[in-house]
Nanobody
Framework: QVQLVESGGGLVQAGGSLRLSCAPS????????MGWFRQRPGKEQEFVGL???????VYADSVKGRFTLSRDNAKNTVYLQMNNLNPEDTAVYYC?????????????????WGQGTQVTVSS
């Protein structure tokens, strides 16, 4: 069973930055497409971005240009760098791992999920 350990959430002012981390236990992160999703208050879960096994990245339009995904294979960790945050980014952020070979924006395709980390952006 793969466990995804997330860290890095917190409270930040609008315009600030945070970096979220996600480390899968037991398997190399390059074994999976690693996705990030978020759930804003009163809203459904939404796709944020993904990094494929080969390192290709895909982002939701709402975060494109502000958020960046990367991998550190030596640390077996995936990072979500979030810059120029605004109050609309306030949400619980989840990382997820997908074993399939075709990356997807759909959370239904992901096999393992982290516990979630709260990001709060104050105005």
């Amino acid at each position: 069973q793969v466990q995804l350990v997330e860290s890095g959430g917190g409270l930040v002012q609008a315009g600030g930055s945070l970096r979220l981390s996600c480390a899968p236990s037991g398997r190399a992160s390059t074994t999976y497409t690693m996705g990030w999703f978020r759930q804003r208050p009163g809203k459904e879960q939404e796709f944020v971005g993904l990094i494929s096994r080969s390192g290709n990245t895909v982002y939701a339009d709402s975060v494109k240009g502000r958020f960046t995904l990367s991998r550190d294979n030596a640390k077996n960790t995936v990072y979500l760098q979030m810059n120029n945050l605004n109050p609309e980014d306030t949400a619980v952020y989840y990382c997820a791992a997908d074993q399939s070979t075709i990356p997807s924006r759909s959370g239904l395709q992901y096999d393992y999920w982290g516990q979630g980390t709260q990001v709060t952006v104050s105005s």
